[in-house]
Every structure is written in structure tokens, then in C-alpha cells.
């Protein structure tokens, strides 16, 4: 007979215990939902109901060409305003999923009669979705070890910073869904692998077509469950559950996933998707080798058949090498080398460099976003370990791999922050199994071995008619139990102060509209970009063609709704590097450009005047370095330093930099400003030019407009450190 | 759209013009600084302009008024300086201002003093390289009992598109330019081959120190036909500036003198001439509109897909100064038509069509490649009005069912997916009957 800690009540059956713990159950994941969603409102309340950022710019304005026109011209959509003049191909280009989702819930609440704008379907879509994360991550911890653990995974999800920087409201990107489709079509496969269901094994393909629609991150999908499954085989646990969830995944999955035109035949022609196929075959040949072996006794024959196997395999492997080589297949991507070598991209293709959230991740960002989920998550991968079923393969798998990846590109983050919250709620509830258990191991049992699949319900009805007397003392006493558990529930609670805080400082700042703190705390909302954009939309004809650098080309595409020569999009190399050259040119040079492409007006983010340090001549070198690529012979770098080696703006600025388009245009009259006094640029801390002269150029008679709306922003605090990270440079 | 309505203002204005009788295209209004005293001297060009329906308005050199450039709109369709030898053309005439009065569309006729003047600055903006001051043009030939520096010169036809008649022999004495390589410029008259520019003292005058200058390899020497005369020059927004090289060209005493016996000069014809092209009478086309829309269609796309037919046409007009009014023109041999994107894809001749006048219209095939193209129609030739057209319109990729749905190409992969279907469901069927029978045969074994 075990002793009890404490006393249990024993007087219930065992259906209200189940049916009380399955309400319990309901109502923490509804709270867990409001506040996931309620922790991603801090922005619209401390701003307002406003698109994000960059991409979310393009997106929303894509769902509203969906929304007014319907499908079919979303998907013929051909956008002439960008990337002037060669235009984009959006319905081709553009992965649909997450204006298709906006798209059909605007339709549905118009059925209902419910007249919600676009806009704030938009702007809310990402915290909804939030919710459906904490539940998908519930159901797939639930598959690791338990309901319990399955909540508390649910809550760490729901509030952790790594998700909410990519998911507050009005941050309207792709990540907003794909994580909630993540999650999903895991639980799915883990479902299917458990059951050998080959239904779950479609549901989980038709979730990863919806994936492959809504996110280019699909590819880690992609290649984490053939990794999963090659890992299986390698470990002997070849199983017909794993055939039939297998494949039937991956001939759906694939077949659906070529529907979405921006993927096309890449899942049969790229490196990257090629890893699927190959374990696709290997489960074939090893199928038909269990076959074969289930019939045949010989022990040669035996033998002959795992070296065909082998052969066949390493034949495959090779015929792979052989089409890549010849060029049959896609060879890997820019963007996939600098997974590998961190200094890659800067070396080979500045322009993926120039994006910092494609620089890797900073230590202190790790404890920013995940605290004290970080070191709870090596404790839940060993936990694991212990048990080592097929599906903690593949949460030890995916810990591996996203743990990698997260310390290569900051934007990875995401992908680590659900399986960080898985095992870190593995561990925990394993440890709160353990103190929270009222049964007094014998002296004898080992208190490690307590089997972690008994949780508290099931333990008191079991001990129910236990009549032995508990101890208040000892290793298992009463107050062991207490300083851990009110330790977890202080830890838990700070948890959740810090995610708050976090969220509220760091990730909610729309970066369109920026905030400052005057000296006695008065905040002050600049609002200086949306400003100029409205200045471009309100004083420019409807076709006025603006240049600007690529960072913002989203933005005016879809505030000022004029024509752009680059945008966010980056697929043409040359053309931005061709608004590099135009920039870091002189006037002569660039003016010829700027012609070619019928440029009307420039655009010059400056923030010298009260120190907003993204501004342009901060990016600027960026801009020569991505047209030193292209025209290496026009533009260098090294011209733009002093004799010293320093990037300058002042009166010791290099000739090239004084002669550049962007150095004039930002310094253009900027002393006047000061009245005389020496002009100071307060981001460089540099004294800044006078009598800079922006010469029109007079061939004949002709008038050039060439604008320059003025953007000076305030200067971000440290506390904000976090939310620059999609800044640029 | 706009180009259609400001086309329509335009006819207004036009129909209005032709109430006023006047035969340029954009206005009759004309300043003239001449001053006082020597007005006289220019009265036979003056009478011509009047009669061709001018309003002319004298201005001394020295008044301040009536001002050319008022509330940045110009108060004249044209101007003409005639006071060469003035230090100063007054207040607000000066070398800004008249680039200013171009670019608002005014047309300028400038006579270039011999000495220094900040004329001579304003003519090097526009590539002409002028001598040194006090140098004119020398001519020794043909033998004549005028001073060397009054050259009678002899006019070809067709010498410059400018001038449209034949034209008598014209006295000329003044400074000669040397031209430029700005293709904007139209020379008018040019200056005899055997003329050069020198100083008139006696020593430097000489054929010696022609001779001098050319054995130091033509450095300092002016000589020659490629120095012009009198030189037009147009500017991209269409008004025309004409630079004299001497004002004496347009006086009556040189418009009544006989270059041969019994046979009048040319200079009041001449003048003329030289007024008609400056003030927009001759030469002067415009675009009425363009239109484009796919073959066998009336209505313009709003965008073409590729390989899509394609029909430009356009309409143009040229200015009748008889009539005063605008004429359809299909005269037009040489032009042409690009269809651009960054490069021109697509560059053909825009013929004229027969029995539509003043219609020009081709049609062709887009181009198998997407982006934001222009119809471009750019017709620039020396003398006359630049042409310059630019249409937007995007060339679109087909929507996603305007491919061929069935190829006869892909046949052995419609006969693969097919067969496999076929033998699939045969397979299942002959499985599933021949279970039945195994199993009804081993049953019935059993039973034996």
C-alpha cells in the first residue's frame, strides 16, 4: 500500500474526476487563447489599428485586390506599379495562403451580414491565429506525453516573445498562419506515424499544402519529416505505420503542394526538396525488402538482398549528384549556403547580408525571447530521451535542427520558439508530475523512476482507499514539495511578467508610426513617414514613378499608391542594384538613370535632423557595396571612405561620397536648418555640410522634379532594441 | 485622356487665333527692344510682320516696361532684341531671363552685338562659340566696291530645312559662329567659304595673317562655311530662339541694296523667312493623338498580353500659316514607332495611311515578355517641331486559362496517366474477383 503526501479526497468517481479534469482542460486552453490573443493587442491600443512594417504592406494590399476582385484576378494579377517598368507577376509570385485565409473570413462575415473592413481582418488575423497555435501545440505536446503537459506547452506558446514578435496585431506577414500550419501538420504526422493512419496522413498532407501556400518556410516541413523518418529506418523501427504515414503525406502533400503556382515543379527540380523524394524511394526499396524477407528464408538470400538494397540506394544517391551536376535539378540556394556559412552571404550576395534579420542571432535575444523556457529546453530533450518513442524522435530531431538554425538567422527564432515550448513544458510537467504526486514511493522504489504517464487524476482515484498516514517531513514530505512547487509557480508567474513586458516595449511598435518619451515621460507619436507618403499620394500625378531605396517600396506602393522601381520582393538583383548605382552616383551619372526609368521623384529617408539612425545614408553603403556587385568597375566601395578608412560625412567625406546623389539629397539645405549655427547630424555625430548645391541639370530647357520629403524620426531607446531587428543594416 | 482634352483647349485657342488673323501657332504677340532712334531703320521688317498679322510693341532699351516676364507667365508670344549695340536691354531682360522666356514657351530672335555684351554668354549656352569681340566676318570675294565686311551671300535651295522658298542672295555683315555639338541647333545661313573672321585693323585684316593662322594649324582662325550666321535653335519644349550675327541683316538700307545689277537682295524675303521659322509659322507639327487597340478592335486594352496583335496609329497635324490653322500631314516618310521596355523591343516605321489624312498606323505583334512597355513615337528632325509621344501599357503574361489546355506534345503523358488509371482498375478488379474465387475454391476443397 503506498502512503500519501497529503490527503487526497476519495469520496469521488472516477467519471467526475475525468469529466471535471476535461472541463478544467476546455477552460484553461479558452484562457490561454484570450491571452494570447489579448498579449498581441498591446499595439493597437498603444498606436492604433494600423498595417506594420514592410511586408505586411504588400500583403494587405493584396488581400484587398482579392477581396474587391475576387480570385481569379488575384491570381492574374499583374502589378505594372512595381518594380517599374518591368512589373510583377504577383498571382505567380506571392505565396496566396494568407490572403486566401483573410480573404475567405471577409467573405464569410460578409455572408453574415457582418460589414468588417479588410483592414482590421487584417490587422487581427495574426493574434486569432495565435490561438489555433496554443491549441495545435497543445494537441501535439499531448501526443509527447500528456494533457497536462500539453497545457502548459499551449500557455508557453500563447505568451512567448519569439512567437509575438512575429505575430502582434497588424504585423500581417506570412509567419502570422504558417506557425499555427507548423504545428498542426505535426501533430498530424505524429498522429499519423502513431496510428498508421493513412487519413491522417492526408489530413497532414492537405495542411501542408495549406503551408507550402501560406510560407516558404514549408521547406523545413519539407525536409524535417523525411529526416524523422530516415532517422526511423536507420534505427530499425521500419514499420508499416511509418510506410503508410509516409507516404501517403508525401505523394498528396507533393502532388497538392505543385498546385500553388510560386512552387510550381520545384518540389521534383530543387536540391531542397529532394531529401523528401529520396526517403520516399528508400521506403519503397526497404518495404519490398521486408517483403521479400517475410517470404523468402535463405539466409544468403537474405543477405544478397540488404546489399541490392544498399546498392540501389547509393545508385539513387548518385543518380541525385549526376542531375544536380548536369543541371537537371536546381542546385541549392544563395539563401541555403548561408545556413551553412554564416559569411557566405555577405561574401557572394550582399543583398540577403543587407537584411538583418538574416544576420545571426545575438545571445541575449535567446533569454529576450524564450527566458526561462531556454534552459528548461535541454532538460525536456533529454526527458526524451528516456523514453525515446518514435515521436520523441522527432521532437529531439527538430530541437537539433531549429536550435541550429536559430543561432544562424535571427528571423529563425520562430521556428525554434514551438519546440522550445514543447520540451521546456515536457520538463516542467514531468517535474510537477513528480512533486504534485501524493503517492509515497516505497523506501525501496527509486523516486526517479515514478512513472511520469501518472498524473495527478489518474494517481488519486488509484490511491483512493490508501488509509496511510503523510508525513509533513522529508524527502518526500509535504514541504519538499511545497518550496518546488511554489519555486515552478514563482518562476511560471515571472514567466509571464517578463513575456509581458517584453511584448508590450519591444515587439509592438508598428514601425511605421514611431513613439518617443519626452523628459517627463509625455509620449510623442511621430508620425513622419506616414506623412510623406501622403505627401507623395496627395501632390504627385497617379503615375509619378518614385526611386527609393528597396526597403521602402512596399510601403509607398501601398500608402502613397505610386509606382516603385524596387520593392521588398528582392528577386532582381540587378534592377536594385541599378537604384544602388543611381544613389552613390554623381548627378551626371545618375540623371541618365534616373531617365531610363522614368523616374519623376526620389525618395531620401533622413533622420540626421533628431537621430533616427535607419536612415539612408546609414544604409548607404549597402547600396554601393550591392552595386559594386553588378558594375565593379563604375561603383567602389573603398571610394566612399576617407584616406583613414572612415565613413564620414563631414567636411572630410571622400569626393565620391560629396558627389553622390544620396549624400546631396540628404544634405541638400539641411544646414539651413540651424540658422547659421554648425549644422550637427545627430545620428553620425558629425558636423554635416553647408552649401551643398543639388545642380538641375540644363540641357535645353527642361525641368526635373526631384523631391525630397523630409523624414526625421526620433531616436529609439534601448529598450527597443529588439524590435529593430527587421531594420535594415 | 489629358492629352485629348488639353488637345480640345488647344483647338480653342486655335480657332480663337484665327478670329485674330494670325498666322503663328502660338501667339501674335510681339516685343520688339529696338531703340528709338534706329527704329526706322528695320521698317520694312517690321511692315512685314505687321502684315503677316503680328502686334508689335516697341521697347527702348533703357525703359522698364512693359516687363516680358510678369507673375511668371510671359506677357509675349515673342520677343525680338534688336538693340545689339545697347550696354544693357534693360532690367529684365538679361541672359536668365530669356532662357526662362524659352522655357515658357516664348520665342526669342536675338541680334549679336560685334563688341562684348552678355549676349555673347548667352549664346555659348546654347553652343555657339562665338570670335573673340571685335572681330567680324571678312569676305574678300566676290570683288565689290562694299567694305569688306558687308559679304553679299548666295542662298541655295534647300540649304536649311528652315528656309522654305527660294531666296535671293542677302547682304549680311556682322560675327559668324562656330557651331556646337548640340544636335538642337538648326544653322540658317551659313557664311561663305572664303569669309573668315578677323579685326578690321589693316595688318591684322590681311590675307597674311590668314596665312599666319592656318600654319599654326588653324588655331584663332574663324574661316570657313561651317561657321554659321544666323542659327536656330529649337528647344525640347518646342519654342525656337534665333541668333543673328549682326542686326544690319534685317535693316531697309541692306534690303534695298542690289546684290547684282538690277537685282534686289534677298534680306527682306530672308527676314522674313527667319521670323516665320522662329515664331512657330513654318515647320510646326503636333501630335493630335495617339490611339492603340488590339486587331480587329475598336477600344484601346487596358493592358496586352503577350503576342497579342497590336494597332498604333496617330494622328498628326502641321500648321498651315496661310490659313492659320492646324491641317492633318501625312508627309511624314521617316516615321517610326518603339515599343520599349527600358530597351525597345520592338522599333518599325509608322507609314502614313492612304486615304486617311494625316493618319499613321502600324500594328504588330507584343513582344513575348512582360513588364510596363511605352508606345514611343519620337520624331526629331532639324527644323521642325519634335514629336515626342509616350504611351503606357502593360504587357500581361495570359490569365491562367488562356493556355492551350491540350498539346498534342504531351500525349505520352496523357497516354501514362491514362493507361495507368486504366490498368489500376483492372488490376483491383481482377484482384478482388479472383480473391473471391481462391477463396470459394478453397472452401470448396475443403467441403470435398
Same mark, same amino acid.
Given at each position: 500500500?503506498?502512503s500519501?503526501a497529503?490527503p487526497?479526497?476519495?469520496?469521488?468517481?472516477?467519471?467526475t474526476?475525468?469529466?471535471?479534469?476535461?472541463?478544467?482542460?476546455i477552460v484553461?486552453?479558452?484562457?490561454?487563447?484570450?491571452?494570447?490573443?489579448?498579449?498581441?493587442l498591446?499595439?493597437?491600443?498603444n498606436?492604433e489599428?494600423?498595417?506594420?512594417?514592410f511586408?505586411?504592406w504588400f500583403?494587405?494590399?493584396?488581400?484587398r485586390?482579392?477581396a474587391?476582385?475576387?480570385?481569379y484576378e488575384?491570381?492574374?494579377?499583374?502589378?505594372?506599379?512595381?518594380?517599374?517598368?518591368?512589373?510583377?507577376v504577383?498571382?505567380?509570385?506571392?505565396y496566396p495562403?494568407l490572403?486566401?485565409t483573410?480573404?475567405?473570413i471577409?467573405?464569410?462575415?460578409?455572408?453574415?451580414?457582418l460589414?468588417?473592413?479588410i483592414r482590421?481582418?487584417?490587422?487581427?488575423?495574426a493574434?486569432?491565429f495565435?490561438?489555433?497555435?496554443?491549441?495545435?501545440?497543445?494537441?501535439?505536446?499531448?501526443?509527447?506525453?500528456?494533457?497536462?503537459?500539453g497545457l502548459?506547452?499551449?500557455?508557453?506558446?500563447?505568451?512567448?516573445p519569439?512567437?509575438?514578435?512575429r505575430?502582434?496585431a497588424?504585423?500581417y506577414d506570412?509567419?502570422?498562419?504558417?506557425i499555427?500550419l507548423?504545428?498542426f501538420?505535426?501533430?498530424?504526422?505524429?498522429?499519423?506515424?502513431?496510428?498508421?493512419?493513412?487519413?491522417?496522413g492526408?489530413?497532414?498532407?492537405?495542411?501542408?499544402?495549406y503551408?507550402?501556400?501560406?510560407?516558404?518556410?514549408y521547406?523545413?516541413?519539407?525536409n524535417m519529416?523525411?529526416?524523422h523518418a530516415?532517422?526511423?529506418?536507420?534505427m530499425g523501427?521500419f514499420?508499416?505505420?511509418?510506410?503508410v504515414a509516409?507516404?501517403?503525406?508525401?505523394?498528396?502533400?507533393?502532388?497538392s503542394?505543385?498546385?500553388?503556382?510560386?512552387?510550381?515543379?520545384?518540389?521534383?527540380?530543387t536540391?531542397e526538396?529532394?531529401?523528401?523524394?529520396g526517403?520516399f /524511394?528508400l521506403?519503397?526499396?526497404v518495404?519490398?525488402?521486408?517483403?521479400?524477407?517475410?517470404?523468402?528464408?535463405?539466409?544468403?538470400f537474405?543477405?544478397l538482398?540488404?546489399?541490392?538494397v544498399?546498392a540501389?540506394?547509393?545508385?539513387?544517391?548518385?543518380a541525385?549528384?549526376f542531375?544536380t551536376?548536369t543541371?537537371?535539378?536546381?542546385?541549392?540556394t544563395?539563401?541555403f549556403y548561408s545556413?551553412?556559412d554564416?559569411g557566405?552571404?555577405?561574401?557572394?550576395?550582399?543583398?540577403?547580408?543587407?537584411?538583418?534579420?538574416?544576420?545571426?542571432?545575438?545571445?541575449p535575444?535567446?533569454?529576450?525571447?524564450?527566458?526561462m523556457?531556454?534552459?528548461?529546453?535541454?532538460?525536456g530533450?533529454?526527458?526524451?530521451?528516456?523514453e525515446?518513442?518514435d515521436?520523441?524522435?522527432?521532437v529531439?530531431?527538430y530541437a537539433?535542427l531549429?536550435?541550429y538554425?536559430?543561432?544562424?538567422?535571427v528571423?529563425?527564432?520562430?521556428?525554434?520558439?514551438?519546440v522550445?515550448?514543447v520540451?521546456?513544458?515536457?520538463?516542467?510537467?514531468?517535474?510537477?508530475?513528480?512533486?504534485?504526486?501524493p503517492v509515497?514511493?516505497?523506501?525501496?522504489?527509486?523516486?526517479?523512476?515514478?512513472?511520469?504517464?501518472? /498524473?495527478?487524476?489518474?494517481a488519486?482515484?488509484?490511491?483512493?482507499?490508501s488509509k496511510?498516514?503523510?508525513?509533513?517531513?522529508g524527502?518526500?514530505?509535504?514541504?519538499?514539495?511545497?518550496?518546488?512547487?511554489?519555486n515552478?509557480?514563482?518562476m511560471l508567474?515571472?514567466?509571464?511578467?517578463?513575456?509581458?513586458?517584453v511584448?508590450?516595449?519591444?515587439?509592438?511598435?508598428?514601425?511605421?508610426?514611431?513613439?518617443?518619451q519626452?523628459?517627463? /515621460?509625455?509620449?510623442?507619436?511621430?508620425?513622419?513617414?506616414?506623412?510623406?507618403?501622403?505627401w507623395?499620394?496627395?501632390?504627385?500625378?497617379?503615375?509619378?514613378?518614385?526611386?527609393s531605396?528597396?526597403?521602402?517600396?512596399y510601403?509607398i506602393?501601398?500608402?502613397a499608391?505610386?509606382p516603385?522601381?524596387?520593392?521588398?520582393?528582392t528577386?532582381?538583383?540587378?534592377h536594385?542594384?541599378t537604384?544602388?548605382?543611381?544613389?552613390s552616383s554623381?548627378?551626371?551619372?545618375?540623371?541618365?538613370?534616373?531617365?531610363?526609368?522614368?523616374?519623376?521623384?526620389?525618395?531620401?529617408?533622413f533622420?540626421g535632423?533628431?537621430g533616427?539612425?535607419?536612415?539612408?545614408?546609414?544604409k548607404?553603403l549597402w547600396?554601393?557595396?550591392?552595386?559594386?556587385g553588378?558594375?565593379?568597375?563604375?561603383?567602389?566601395e573603398?571610394?566612399?571612405f576617407?584616406?583613414?578608412g572612415?565613413y564620414?560625412?563631414?567636411?572630410?567625406?571622400?569626393?565620391?561620397m560629396?558627389?553622390?546623389?544620396?549624400y546631396?539629397?540628404?544634405?541638400?539645405?539641411?544646414?539651413?536648418?540651424f540658422g547659421?549655427?554648425q549644422?550637427?547630424d545627430?545620428?553620425?555625430?558629425?558636423?554635416?555640410?553647408?552649401?551643398?548645391?543639388?545642380?538641375?541639370?540644363?540641357r535645353?530647357?527642361?525641368?526635373?522634379k526631384?523631391?525630397?520629403?523630409?523624414?526625421?524620426?526620433?531616436?529609439? /531607446?534601448?529598450?527597443?532594441?529588439?524590435?529593430?531587428?527587421?531594420?535594415r543594416l | 485622356?489629358f492629352?485629348?482634352r488639353?488637345?480640345?483647349?488647344?483647338?480653342?485657342?486655335?480657332?480663337?487665333?484665327?478670329?485674330?488673323?494670325?498666322?503663328?501657332?502660338?501667339?501674335?504677340?510681339v516685343l520688339v527692344?529696338?531703340?528709338?532712334?534706329? #527704329?526706322?531703320?528695320?521698317s520694312?521688317?517690321?511692315?512685314g510682320l505687321?502684315d503677316?498679322?503680328?502686334?508689335?510693341?516697341?521697347?527702348?532699351?533703357?525703359?522698364?516696361?512693359?516687363?516680358?516676364?510678369e507673375d511668371?507667365?510671359?506677357?509675349?508670344?515673342?520677343v525680338?532684341?534688336?538693340?545689339?549695340e545697347?550696354?544693357?536691354?534693360?532690367?529684365?531682360?538679361?541672359?536668365?531671363s530669356?532662357?526662362?522666356l524659352?522655357?515658357?514657351?516664348?520665342?526669342?530672335?536675338?541680334?549679336?552685338?560685334?563688341?562684348q555684351?552678355?549676349?555673347?554668354?548667352?549664346a555659348?549656352e546654347?553652343s555657339?562659340i562665338?570670335?573673340?569681340?571685335?572681330?567680324?566676318?571678312i569676305?574678300?570675294?566676290p570683288?565689290r566696291?562694299t567694305?569688306?565686311?558687308?559679304?553679299?551671300?548666295?542662298?541655295?535651295?534647300h540649304s536649311?530645312?528652315?528656309?522654305?522658298k527660294?531666296?535671293?542672295?542677302?547682304?549680311?555683315?556682322?560675327?559668324?559662329a562656330?557651331?556646337?555639338?548640340?544636335?538642337l541647333l538648326?544653322?540658317?545661313?551659313?557664311?561663305?567659304?572664303?569669309?573668315f573672321a578677323?579685326?578690321?585693323?589693316v595688318?591684322s585684316?590681311?590675307?597674311?595673317a590668314?596665312?599666319d593662322s592656318?600654319?599654326?594649324?588653324?588655331?584663332?582662325?574663324?574661316?570657313?562655311s561651317?561657321?554659321?550666321?544666323v542659327?536656330?535653335?529649337?528647344?525640347?519644349?518646342?519654342?525656337?530662339?534665333?541668333?543673328?550675327?549682326?542686326a544690319?541683316?534685317?535693316?531697309?538700307?541692306?534690303?534695298?541694296?542690289e546684290?547684282?545689277?538690277?537685282?534686289q537682295?534677298?534680306?527682306?524675303?530672308?527676314?522674313?523667312?527667319?521670323?516665320?521659322w522662329?515664331? #512657330?509659322?513654318?515647320?510646326v507639327l503636333?501630335?493630335?493623338?495617339?490611339?492603340?487597340?488590339?486587331?480587329?478592335?475598336?477600344?484601346?486594352?487596358? #493592358?496586352?498580353?503577350?503576342?497579342d496583335q497590336?494597332?498604333?496609329?496617330t494622328?498628326?497635324?502641321?500648321?498651315?500659316?496661310?490659313?492659320g490653322k492646324?491641317?492633318?500631314y501625312?508627309?511624314?516618310?521617316d516615321?517610326?514607332?518603339?515599343?520599349?521596355?527600358?530597351?525597345?523591343?520592338?522599333r518599325?516605321?509608322?507609314?502614313?495611311?492612304?486615304?486617311?489624312?494625316?493618319?499613321?498606323?502600324?500594328?504588330?505583334?507584343?513582344?513575348?515578355?512582360h513588364?510596363?512597355?511605352?508606345?514611343?513615337v519620337?520624331?526629331k528632325?532639324?527644323?521642325?517641331?519634335?514629336?515626342?509621344?509616350s504611351?503606357?501599357?502593360?504587357?500581361?503574361?495570359?490569365?491562367h486559362d488562356?493556355?492551350?489546355?491540350f498539346?498534342s506534345?504531351a500525349?505520352?503523358?496523357?497516354t501514362?496517366a491514362i493507361?495507368?488509371?486504366?490498368a489500376?482498375?483492372?488490376?483491383?478488379t481482377?484482384?478482388l474477383?479472383?480473391e473471391?474465387n481462391e477463396?470459394?475454391r478453397?472452401?470448396?476443397s475443403?467441403a470435398?
Open positions: 500500500m503506498p500519501l497529503y487526497v479526497p476519495t469520496d469521488l468517481s472516477p467519471a474526476v475525468k469529466n471535471t479534469a476535461s472541463l478544467f482542460r484553461t486552453l479558452a484562457l490561454i487563447s484570450g491571452a494570447a490573443i489579448a498579449s498581441r498591446f499595439s493597437i491600443i498606436f489599428s494600423v498595417i506594420h512594417e511586408d505586411p500583403n494587405y494590399r493584396a488581400t485586390v482579392l474587391s476582385k475576387g480570385f488575384f491570381w492574374n494579377w499583374f502589378d505594372p506599379t512595381a518594380w517599374y517598368p518591368l512589373g510583377r504577383v498571382g505567380g509570385t506571392v495562403g490572403m486566401a483573410s480573404g475567405v471577409y467573405y464569410l462575415l460578409q455572408a453574415l451580414n460589414p468588417v473592413d482590421n481582418i487584417c490587422v487581427l488575423l493574434p486569432g495565435s490561438a489555433f497555435t496554443a491549441w495545435a501545440t497543445y494537441m501535439f505536446t499531448k501526443e509527447m506525453k500528456d494533457e497536462s503537459a502548459l506547452a499551449a500557455a508557453f506558446i500563447g505568451i512567448a519569439g512567437y509575438i514578435s505575430s502582434v497588424g504585423s506570412n509567419e502570422a498562419i504558417a499555427f507548423l504545428m501538420t505535426f501533430y498530424l504526422w505524429i498522429k499519423a506515424l502513431k496510428l498508421g493512419s493513412a487519413l491522417y492526408t489530413i497532414a498532407a492537405v495542411f501542408y499544402f503551408m507550402v501556400a501560406a510560407w516558404g518556410g521547406v523545413f516541413i519539407t519529416i523525411p529526416v530516415l532517422v526511423l529506418i536507420f523501427r514499420s508499416h505505420r511509418l510506410y509516409y507516404c501517403s503525406w508525401y505523394a498528396i502533400g507533393t502532388l503542394s505543385m498546385q500553388v503556382p510560386f512552387v510550381g515543379f520545384q518540389p521534383v527540380s536540391s526538396h529532394m531529401g523528401a523524394l526517403v /524511394g521506403l519503397q526499396l518495404a519490398f525488402a521486408n517483403l521479400v524477407r517475410s517470404h523468402v528464408s535463405s539466409q544468403n537474405q543477405k538482398l540488404r546489399i541490392a544498399v540501389i540506394g547509393a545508385l539513387g544517391a548518385s541525385f549528384v542531375l551536376y543541371g537537371k535539378i536546381a542546385p541549392w544563395g539563401r545556413l551553412w554564416t557566405y552571404a555577405k561574401k557572394y550576395i550582399p543583398i540577403i547580408a543587407s537584411v538583418s534579420e538574416h544576420q545571426p542571432t545575438a545571445w535575444s535567446f533569454f529576450m525571447d524564450l527566458q523556457l531556454m534552459f528548461l529546453f535541454p532538460a530533450v533529454i526527458l526524451c530521451f528516456r525515446l518513442r515521436e520523441h524522435l522527432f529531439i530531431i537539433v531549429s536550435s538554425f536559430a543561432g544562424v538567422m528571423r529563425l527564432m520562430l521556428t525554434l520558439t514551438p522550445v515550448c520540451s521546456a513544458a515536457i520538463a516542467l510537467s514531468s517535474l510537477l508530475d513528480v512533486y504534485l504526486n509515497e514511493p516505497d523506501e525501496e522504489q527509486d523516486a526517479v523512476a515514478q512513472p511520469a504517464k501518472s /498524473g495527478p487524476a489518474d488519486a482515484p488509484s490511491t483512493a482507499s496511510s498516514t503523510s508525513s509533513t517531513r524527502i518526500f514530505g509535504i514541504d519538499t514539495r511545497l518550496v518546488v512547487v511554489f515552478t509557480l514563482w508567474s515571472f514567466f509571464v511578467f517578463h513575456c509581458t513586458y511584448t508590450s516595449t519591444a515587439y509592438s511598435s508598428p514601425s511605421v508610426v514611431l513613439a518617443s519626452g523628459q517627463d /515621460g509625455s509620449q510623442h507619436i511621430i508620425d513622419d513617414f506616414r506623412e510623406a507618403y501622403y507623395l499620394r496627395q501632390n504627385t500625378e497617379e503615375d509619378a514613378v518614385v526611386m531605396w528597396w526597403d521602402y517600396g510601403q506602393a501601398g500608402m499608391d505610386r516603385t522601381l524596387v520593392d521588398n520582393n528577386w532582381n538583383n540587378t536594385i542594384a537604384v544602388g548605382k543611381a544613389m554623381s548627378e551626371e551619372n545618375a540623371y541618365p538613370i534616373l531617365r531610363k526609368h522614368d523616374v519623376e521623384y526620389v525618395l531620401v529617408i533622420g535632423l533628431i533616427y539612425s535607419g536612415d539612408d545614408i546609414n548607404f547600396m554601393v557595396r550591392i552595386a559594386q553588378v558594375w565593379p568597375d563604375e561603383i567602389q573603398s571610394n566612399y576617407t584616406p583613414r572612415e564620414r560625412v563631414d567636411e572630410n567625406a571622400s569626393k565620391t560629396k558627389e553622390s546623389l544620396m546631396k539629397m540628404s544634405y541638400y539645405r539641411f544646414a539651413d536648418l547659421g549655427n549644422a550637427v545627430r545620428v553620425r555625430n558629425q558636423h554635416a555640410p553647408k552649401n551643398i548645391e543639388l545642380g538641375l541639370p540644363r535645353g530647357v527642361h525641368v526635373r526631384l523631391d525630397r520629403p523630409y523624414l526625421p524620426s526620433q531616436e529609439r /531607446g534601448h529598450a527597443r532594441a529588439g524590435s529593430e531587428e527587421r531594420e | 485622356m492629352s485629348i488639353r488637345w480640345c483647349l488647344l483647338a480653342l485657342s486655335v480657332a480663337s487665333l484665327l478670329c485674330a488673323d494670325a498666322k503663328s501657332s502660338t501667339g501674335d504677340s527692344v529696338v531703340d528709338p532712334k534706329n #527704329q526706322d531703320q528695320y520694312t521688317f517690321f511692315e505687321k503677316g498679322g503680328y502686334d508689335l510693341t516697341f521697347r527702348s532699351p533703357k525703359a522698364e516696361g512693359p516687363v516680358v516676364i511668371d507667365a510671359p506677357n509675349f508670344a515673342h525680338i532684341l534688336l538693340a545689339p545697347a550696354r544693357n536691354l534693360g532690367k529684365d531682360i538679361t541672359p536668365q530669356i532662357v526662362q524659352l522655357s515658357r514657351k516664348t520665342n526669342v530672335i536675338v541680334a549679336l552685338p560685334t563688341k555684351s552678355p549676349l555673347h554668354s548667352l555659348a546654347f555657339l562665338l570670335p573673340p569681340p571685335n572681330t567680324p566676318l569676305s574678300y570675294f570683288k566696291d567694305p569688306s565686311t558687308l559679304i553679299p551671300i548666295k542662298i541655295e535651295d536649311s530645312p528652315a528656309l522654305t527660294h531666296i535671293e542672295p542677302v547682304w549680311f555683315s556682322g560675327i559668324p562656330s557651331l556646337g555639338s548640340n544636335p538648326v544653322p540658317i545661313l551659313r557664311a561663305p567659304s572664303e569669309s578677323s579685326e578690321t585693323t595688318t585684316g590681311s590675307a597674311d590668314v596665312a592656318v600654319e599654326r594649324g588653324g588655331e584663332g582662325l574663324w574661316a570657313g561651317s561657321l554659321s550666321l542659327t536656330g535653335f529649337q528647344a525640347t519644349n518646342g519654342a525656337r530662339i534665333t541668333f543673328v550675327g549682326g544690319e541683316i534685317f535693316s531697309d538700307e541692306l534690303a534695298q541694296k546684290t547684282e545689277r538690277h537685282r537682295s534677298g534680306n527682306a524675303a530672308f527676314s522674313r523667312e527667319v521670323a516665320a522662329t515664331f #512657330q509659322e513654318n515647320l503636333r501630335i493630335d493623338k495617339v490611339e492603340h487597340h488590339p486587331v480587329n478592335a475598336t477600344e484601346p486594352n487596358e #493592358q496586352y498580353t503577350n503576342n497590336v494597332v498604333f496609329s494622328y498628326i497635324s502641321k500648321w498651315n500659316p496661310t490659313k492646324w491641317e492633318p501625312s508627309g511624314l516618310k516615321l517610326q514607332l518603339e515599343f520599349t521596355m527600358l530597351d525597345p523591343f520592338i518599325t516605321s509608322l507609314p502614313p495611311v492612304r486615304g486617311a489624312p494625316g493618319k499613321y498606323s502600324t500594328s504588330f505583334r507584343a513582344p513575348d515578355r513588364g510596363v512597355f511605352k508606345f514611343v519620337d520624331y528632325r532639324k527644323g521642325w517641331t519634335s514629336l515626342e509621344s504611351t503606357t501599357v502593360p504587357v500581361v503574361p495570359p490569365r488562356g493556355y492551350p489546355r498539346l506534345a500525349w505520352p503523358y496523357y501514362g493507361s495507368t488509371s486504366v489500376f482498375f483492372l488490376f483491383s481482377i484482384w474477383a479472383g473471391v477463396r470459394k478453397s472452401k470448396g475443403k470435398e
